[in-house]
């Protein structure tokens, strides 16, 4: 069993960074895949990016690629998402998620997954 939390939400500029964190209890939480995802009103959830158990592979919606940056501590069983350079269209409610299997883009692929965190970007 996994437990997800995400922190560092909040509200910033266009043109701002936040790093937003995922902090997972379970000793075997260095085994799983992690996902960011994130769900803005009226829209659909939407791969942002993951990594892999060992953190050597990372992957990224081509929306984010070159703005947004992820990385993993399994010491300190977190997993970070730096935002920067962020944009109106950033706006929405951002989760994250870990698999057993592996990366990959669809949500319905994932176990567990954290309550989300709110990133608002103002224009």
């Known amino acids: 069993q996994v437990q997800l939390v995400e922190s560092g939400g909040g509200l910033v500029q266009a043109g701002g960074s936040l790093r937003l964190s995922c902090a997972a209890s379970g000793r075997t939480f260095k085994n799983y895949a992690v996902g960011w995802f994130r769900r803005a009103p009226g829209a659909e959830r939407e791969f942002v990016a993951g990594i892999t158990w060992t953190g050597g592979s990372t992957y990224y919606a081509d929306s984010v690629k070159g703005r947004f940056t992820i990385s993993r501590d399994n010491g300190k069983n977190t997993v970070y998402l730096q935002m920067n350079g962020l944009k109106f269209e950033d706006t929405a409610v951002y989760y994250c998620?870990?698999?057993?299997?592996?990366?990959?883009?669809?949500?319905?692929?994932?176990?567990?997954w954290g309550q989300g965190t709110q990133v608002t970007v103002s224009s």
């Open positions: 998620a870990a698999d057993l299997s592996g990366v990959g883009s669809r949500y319905r692929k994932y176990d567990y």
